[in-house]
C-alpha cells in the first residue's frame, strides 16, 4: 500500500520531536535536529514540486485547449492541399492532352484512337465487309467514342462508304488518301 507523502513526513517529525524532547544526550540531540532539519528540507521540496506539478498540469490543459483548433485548421489544411493536388493532377493530364493535340495539329496527325482504326479497317481485305458501328466495337472503344474518331476519318477523307444493307447498315473501306496516310506516317 503506497504511502502518503504528507503522512510520513508529519509522522517523522513528530517522532523526531519526541526523541529530541526524551534524549538528554547533547550529541544524539543535534543529531536529531540534523534529521528534523533535513526532513523540513524535504516538506519543502515536496510542497514546492507539487506546486510545479499543479503547474504543469494547468499548463498541459491549456495547451490541450490551444491545440484542438490548431488541429482543426491542420486537417483542413491538409484536405485543401489533397484538393488542389488533384486539380493539379487533373491540370497536368489536361496540359498534357492539350500538347499532344497541339502536337499533332502541327503534324496533321489523327489521334491515335483514330490511326487504330484506320490500321484495323486497312487491315480487312476488299471481301470481307464492315460496318462502323462493328469496327467500334472491334476496336474496343466505346460507342460514343468511336463515333467521335470515326468521323474524324470521315472528315479527312480517309474512309468511305461502299455500300449499304436495310437493317444492318453502311459497310465502309481506306482510301487511297487513308492508305497514303498510313504509308508517310510509317503506319505499315
Given at each position: ?161 461502299t455500300h449499304g444493307r436495310m437493317n444492318v447498315g453502311s459497310f465502309w473501306a481506306v482510301t487511297s488518301g487513308g492508305r497514303q496516310y498510313l504509308v508517310e506516317n510509317k503506319l505499315i
Open positions: 500500500m503506497p504511502i502518503d507523502p504528507i503522512s510520513a513526513i508529519t509522522t517523522l517529525r513528530a517522532l523526531t520531536a519526541s526523541l529530541v524532547d526524551s534524549i538528554t544526550d547533547r550529541k544524539q540531540a543535534s543529531e536529531l535536529r540534523e534529521i528534523q532539519s533535513i526532513i523540513s528540507s524535504l516538506d519543502a521540496e515536496y510542497f514546492r514540486m507539487r506546486k510545479e506539478g499543479l503547474k504543469l498540469e494547468t499548463d498541459y490543459a491549456e495547451l490541450k485547449q490551444r491545440v484542438i483548433p490548431l488541429e482543426t485548421r491542420m486537417a483542413k489544411a491538409e484536405a485543401e492541399r489533397d484538393e488542389a493536388t488533384a486539380e493539379l493532377a487533373s491540370l497536368r493530364s489536361k496540359l498534357a492532352e492539350f500538347s499532344a493535340e497541339e502536337e499533332r495539329k502541327k503534324t496533321n496527325r489523327l489521334p491515335a484512337e483514330s490511326e487504330k482504326m484506320l490500321l484495323e479497317l486497312s487491315g480487312i481485305g476488299p471481301r470481307v465487309e464492315i460496318t462502323k458501328d462493328r469496327l467500334i466495337s472491334h476496336c474496343g472503344f466505346p460507342q460514343a467514342r468511336g463515333d467521335y474518331y470515326f468521323d474524324l476519318l470521315c472528315s479527312a477523307k480517309f474512309v468511305r462508304m
